[in-house]
Structure formats: C-alpha cells, structure tokens
C-alpha cells in the first residue's frame, strides 16, 4: 500500500515538473519568437523613400531617413518592435484601464486616472497643435500599428499570458503621456497624511515636521543671478502604493549641471544630466538617435509611446531636466448640498456639480458604472474612497500645456532664443533645463506652471466654499527664474530649493534637501580644465554632505553617554571618528550609520503615531527626512519625548544613544558581531522587476526581474540610490538614465542605463548595460555617421512596399 502511495505521488511530481518544463519552454518559444532580427529588412506602407537603422552593440538605433513622416513611422515601428508591451501599459493607464488587464485591486487607480481627463485635454491639443506635428503623429502611430499587424501572432509574451491583443494605437494615445508625465511629477499630496496626523496629534505636532525652507541656503537660482473626526485620507495614497506595485511611478529627483569652456579642457561646454525615478524593467527610457539628413540630427532618450527626444542634444546645443518641485497640487474641503448630493457652496450659493458617467471594465469584459462629479476647480476625489469627508482636487494638468510641441521644438532648436521660444510649453510639467551650445553658451532656466493663489493656508486642505483659494491663473513664463552665462562659469541644479525669499512668487516647499547640489558645487567650484572622465566621476561620486553634518552631533551624544556603551559599541563608535563620508561597496560604517538614522526616525515618531500612521510615514520620502532635519536643527523638538514612559521626558541625546544601541544590535544580527565584516552592499542593494514579474511562479518561468545587485552611494549622494524607510536599504530609486555631453565633439559624449534598450525578456539587450551601470562605467554615445556606421552590429533596411 505504501509504495503505491509513493507511487502515485512520484508520478503526480513528475507530471507538475513535466508541465512546468512545458509551460516554460512553450512561454520561451513565444518569447523568442517576438524577439526582432535587427539585421532582418522591414517593409512599410506609406513610406516616401527607404530609411536605414544602425544599431550599437547595445542595439540602440540609429535612423536615417530623408523626410520627417518616414523618420518617425520607422520610429514608431523599431519602438514597437522593443517595448510595445510597455508603451500599451502606458496608454492603459493613462486612459483608466488597468483593471481591464490586471486584478481588480487596479479599478480605483482607473478611476482616479479617469477622473484626471487626460484623454480629454489630449484631444483638445490635437486641434491646437501645429499640422506638422500632427503629421508627424500620425506617421508615428502608423508604424506602431504596422508592427502591430506584422505581429500579431509574434506580439511580446506579455499579452499572451494576460490574455489580450494591443488595440490600435493613436495619435492621441502619444500625447497622453503629458498627462502621465505631469501626474508622476505631481507634489502636494503628503497634505492627506498631514491632515489625518493634525486630526489625530494636533497643530502643534503636526508643524514640526514640515519642511523649514528657511534652513536651505542652496539655491537653483541665487538671487543675484535671477532674471526673473476619524477621516481615512491617507486611504486615498493606496492607489499609489498600488501603482508602483505595478512600476507606474514615474519622475521624481535629478541631477543635472554644465561648465562653459573656461572651465573645460577642451574649451568648450561640458554637460552632464541623470534624472531619477523608480526602477524597472523594461525602463522608462528609450534611446534612440533621429536624423533626417540637412534637416534634424537629434540623439538621447524616449518616452516609449510618443516619438520625440526628451532630453538630448542636436547639432548645436544639448539640455537636460531635473524637477522643479513646484506645489501645483491642491485639495479642498467641500460643502455639499444636503438635499443635493450633486450640488456644492461656493461664495454662498448651490453650483451644480458636473457629473459623468465612467464604464469600468474587468479582465472578464465584466462593466463596473461609476459617478465621477467634478467642482471648477476639478475632480472630487472622495468619491472613489469613504474618508469622512468630500475633497476636491485641483492640479496643474488641468491646464492648457504642450509639451509634445516644446519638446519638437527643442529637438530642432540652434540656439538660446530658439531654446526659450521652445521650454515656455513647460508648464503642466515643471523642470528646471539646463542648456548648453556649441558656441559656448550655458544656462538654466526654471520651466514650471506657477499657480497664482493665495497662501496663507500651507499644508492643509482649503475651503472649497469660497473663491478665496481659487487658482488666479499662472505666473508668466517672463518672470520664471533662470541663469544665462553666469559668472561663475557653471550652472547646476539637484531638486534643490529654487529661489530665496526675494523672489515673489511661491513655488513650493518639498524641494530635496540640499546636499547633493551641495557636493556638486563643491566639485565643480575646486578647479577647472573639467573632462568627461571627470564629470563620469561627478555622476558616480559616493561622497556624502549630510553624514558630515550629523555624525559630529551623535558623535557628541554618545561621548557624553559612552559609559552605557558595551565594549563592542564603543569599538563602533571609534569609526565613526574615522570615516571620510564615503559610501562605497565595503564600507561599514556607512551601513552603521545609515541603520543609526533610520533607527532615530522610528525612535522619534512611532510612539505617537501608531503602527498605522507609522506604516504609511515611512512610506514617503521626503517628509521623514524633514523630520530628522527639524529635530537637529530646531532648539526643542517635542516629538523626542517618548510617551511610552510617562515618568521620563526623553530629549535628542536619548533618542541618539537608543537608536545607535539599536542599529547595532540590527547590523550585528544580520552581518555578524564584529564591525569588520560589515559590509554597506550586502544590505544596500537593487533589484530590477517587471511588473508581472510580482507574480513569482512567472517570474520563476520566464526569469523577468534580475537582481539583486550590489550597489555603493545612498539617497543623499550625487549618485542617488534610494530607498523607502518602511523597507531599507533595498533600492528602488536612483538615475534612470546618465548623459554626459562634450560639445567640443559630441562622439566624445557617454551615457549608460540601468536595464537595456529591449523590453524582451530572452533578448540579449534587456539588460545589457545593468553591469556597466552598477560598476559606475558608461559607453559610447556616438553621433557621427561615420563613427556610427564603423561601430554598427547590425543593419536594419526599411523598405518602402511596392
């Protein structure tokens, strides 16, 4: 009987391996099959003449063709061939339809996304954009949708274990993608958190964690150099959680800087720009080199979707972004007509709400009908979560931008006038661009929607009975701040504060701390006779400004209390003495430092807040680090008072010696007792992931996340590897593409990404620059067509169908 049993049971395993094997060479063979043959000849309708692709040997392509619409429908048909996956992904979310792929957990991210009316605002562009852009747009959506037919039987494994088919791709669908990129850039919503905390701890708390600007004294733009009862809010920043679940997170920090020649060894402009977001796979950016010959010569990156260069550089200048941080986010407590739930108070009479009806759909095909109601300042975002209250919304993407247009207008632009002319389409999404040209120029030049309103209330919701707090339109694109040929022969920007309080306007107060820009102008100020090695060194320098500020203050504490310290936690405390702020691979007293400050933040907060608002703190970014900043630079801090011990009235030191007691006793768990087999990249490391690759019997089956990968520097390094608190130090933020330019000879310039250019799993691109990125080592960024043609692996024909 019993070997029967084991038998059967033998039998049952080898049949589950057996379809394991199955299922995964099958999903291989579909793989492989979507895989493109970058030496294989295209043919396409509609094109005037042939174009040719030239691809690296990091298959970034290179097209050549003699007129705009055959650029940019060949365009449309390699991205398709690399990423069509990703940029359906994309489009779904920018038109609410997740759910329709995903598990029902996506329906709320559908509606809030509904109700920002992106498609909406997108087909209104479309009138207004200039015939030739459209033209351009529809060459673009002409060659998606040929690979499309071309493929359909070959479409990425994605589509085939979800079950679908890409609908047919659109101009429209392009422009989108403003509206994704202005929602990833988005600030103001950690007043949700701040409001649940004030109704739970008080005013008084609540205030000492927000950001005190005055404290900042690095500025973008220097002004002697400016031209000109229980209510769930934070039930509503679930939505969010979910969409990073699914890598949909988009833009956040950046760094980015130039030097003109006197500060150069060639004698001309040096540029450098790394713009951070989340980390991905496939990654947010695609690169890929333009030219339709005597007409447009342009190089960088993609948003995979829309066919235009981001950021980059031509013929005759480059430039790149770093967000602005603009507060361009405002939510308003509502009074709702008790006997009209459609009605709501403003100036002392009932308007009426606008009210639309949204038809949801699941994986099933299965309709959900939603009522989103909408006040004139916009969506009424309570709707789609009961938080005890009715809020409305009103953002910057609401209004009228162009940023399609500005970003066609860069790629063409010869000169500063012409740069300008092209950034004032800047405005639902804020940047500050950094410029530089090959006749020597340099500059800078904050590019952001400015809204006009009253603020004598910060951090808190507005009442929406009045138009008191209303947007009085924005500031004008002549009174933004900006730097052209300064004198001290450089520009630079980090997510810093923007301007001082000289300027008039307010931009916003959640800028990035100061301590990247910091060490950028350190380096930048020490010397001249700058090469790209040199700014190769500056992207990847792990050398910390903030650890120098606080290690000296804990160095105090613990002096003044080392008499509670064992034998082993004085040995640690020693290297503290020692360290020269530097996070590489094997440092150890960077890892003890780091888990010494993550310690301190949970030390100060937790004990009021409670596990729940704990959970959703640490969750955020930028406010823990407001908090650490406020409690060593403020006289009193009231939060270091812990409440669990209501016969002690704890202060700083205390907080400082218990959490340094607690870090080691972390580190010494995980990593041994002794101090010297600590290592800061045995914790501080990065995983790619895809988003079906959270499912772990895919990821097992078709190996889509790859990682983990040891990684040196930290949040508050030039070379920013971030990480959320509720899970440190597992990065999931850093650089999501690093440029250097020399335009004293553009094949001189370098770049590198953390993934590859191919979204396909089994393609030998899909991550082929991860080794170069985390090893802090770049490639050629070539730009001439001879280099280009000598250095070409393959050849792609595309020919015009007879």
């Not at 309708?45 to 055959?70: F, G």
């Not at 103001?188 to 404290?215: A, H, Q, S």
């Not at 399609?404 to 940047?431: C, P």
């Not at 804990?554 to 040995?571: A, D, P, S, V």
Request: hydrophobic fraction near 35%.
């Amino acid at each position: 009987m019993k070997r029967k049993i084991f038998r059967i049971i033998f039998i049952l395993i080898a049949l589950i391996l057996i379809s394991v094997i199955v299922v995964r060479v099958y999903l291989y063979k579909v793989m492989d099959r979507s895989l493109p043959d970058y030496n294989e000849n295209v043919i396409l309708k509609n094109l005037n003449n042939d174009v040719t692709v030239y691809r690296d040997q990091y298959a970034i392509p290179h097209i050549y063709a003699t007129n705009e619409t055959d650029l940019y429908r060949t365009t449309g048909y390699i991205m398709a061939q690399d990423r069509m996956w990703q940029m359906d992904l994309l489009r779904r979310v920018t038109q609410g339809r997740l759910a329709e792929i995903f598990p029902k957990e996506m329906l709320e991210v559908d509606i809030l996304f509904r109700s920002l009316r992106i498609n909406e605002k997108s087909i209104q562009l479309l009138d207004s954009t200039d015939k030739q852009i459209i033209v351009c747009l529809e060459a673009f959506a002409d060659g998606i949708n040929q690979y499309i037919e071309q493929n359909s039987d070959n479409l990425p494994v994605e589509f085939k274990i979800l079950g679908y088919k890409p609908d047919k791709w659109e101009p429209v669908h392009s422009i989108n993608l403003i509206g994704y990129m202005a929602w990833s850039l988005k600030a103001g919503w950690t007043t949700l958190f701040l409001e649940e905390m004030r109704e739970k701890l008080g005013d008084e708390k609540t205030m000492e964690l927000i950001p005190n600007v005055t404290l900042q004294k690095e500025f973008v733009f220097p002004a002697s150099s400016i031209s000109q009862n229980k209510n769930n809010y934070t039930a509503l920043l679930e939505v969010f959680k979910t969409l990073k679940k699914y890598n949909l997170e988009g833009l956040s920090a950046s760094n980015n800087w130039a030097v003109n020649g006197s500060k150069s060894q060639s004698g001309k402009p040096l540029f450098a720009n790394d713009m951070h977001l989340d980390y991905n796979l496939p990654g947010i950016w695609f690169q890929i080199h333009q030219v339709v010959e005597g007409q447009l010569n342009v190089t960088g990156v993609a948003l995979p979707g829309q066919p235009l260069i981001i950021v980059g550089h031509n013929e005759k200048i480059a430039w790149g972004m770093t967000n602005t941080y603009v507060d361009n986010l405002d939510f308003y407590m509502e009074k709702i007509n008790p006997n009209n739930k459609d009605q709501y108070e403003v100036n002392g009479e009932w308007k009426d709400l606008i009210v639309k009806k949204e038809i949801f759909k699941n994986k099933k095909g299965e309709e959900t009908k939603k009522i989103i109601r909408y006040s004139h300042r916009g969506p009424i975002i309570s709707d789609f979560k009961n938080i005890g209250k009715t809020l409305s919304m009103q953002w910057i993407g609401s209004y009228y931008s162009n940023e399609l247009e500005a970003v066609y207008k860069l790629n063409r632009a010869q000169n500063w006038e012409d740069f300008k002319n092209a950034v004032k389409g800047f405005i639902t999404i804020s940047q500050n661009i950094n410029y530089a040209d090959v006749s020597g120029n340099i500059g800078i030049y904050c590019c952001a929607g400015l809204p006009i309103r009253n603020r004598d209330i910060l951090f808190s919701f507005l009442p929406g009975w009045t138009d008191q707090y209303d947007w009085k339109g924005l500031v004008s694109f002549e009174e933004l701040p900006f730097q052209y040929n300064p004198s001290c022969n450089y520009i630079s920007s980090a997510n810093n504060r923007t301007v001082d309080d000289t300027y008039p306007h307010y931009i916003g107060a959640w800028h990035a701390l100061q301590y990247r820009i910091e060490r950028i102008r350190e380096v930048l100020e020490s010397r001249n006779n700058f090469a790209p090695d040199d700014f190769m060194q500056l992207q990847t320098d792990n050398i910390s400004k903030l650890a120098p500020y606080y290690v000296p203050r804990i160095l105090e504490f613990l002096e003044e209390r080392k008499t509670e310290l064992t034998k082993q936690e004085f040995i640690d405390l020693e290297n503290f003495k020692i360290w020269d702020y530097s996070y590489h691979l094997n440092s150890n007293v960077s890892l003890l430092f780091e888990q010494t400050y993550t310690q301190i933040l949970a030390n100060l907060v937790k004990d009021e807040m409670g596990e729940e608002l704990f959970s959703t703190y640490l969750s955020g970014t930028t406010l823990p680090k407001y908090t650490m900043e406020n409690a060593f630079k403020q006289k009193y801090f009231s939060w270091c008072d812990d409440i669990t011990t209501s016969e002690i009235e704890e202060n700083l030191a205390d907080i400082v010696v218990r959490s340094f007691k607690d870090a080691v006793e972390i580190i010494s768990k995980q990593q041994g007792g002794k101090m010297a087999n600590w290592k800061w990249s045995k914790k501080h490391t990065l995983t790619l992931e895809h988003p079906l690759g959270k499912v772990e019997i895919v990821d097992r089956l078709l190996n889509l996340n790859r990682g983990p990968y040891p990684l040196d520097g930290t949040w508050h390094t030039i070379a920013q590897y971030s990480y959320e608190y509720s899970e440190p130090f597992k990065v999931i933020h850093g650089a999501s593409q690093r440029h250097i330019y020399d335009l004293s000879n553009w094949d001189n310039s370098v770049s590198v990404m953390p993934t590859g250019n191919c979204g396909i799993a089994t393609s030998p691109h899909y991550i082929d620059q991860t080794e170069l990125y985390v090893n802090n080592k770049y490639h050629e960024d070539l730009f001439s067509k001879k280099r280009i043609i000598e250095n070409a692996k393959y050849v792609t024909r595309v020919i015009k169908a007879e």
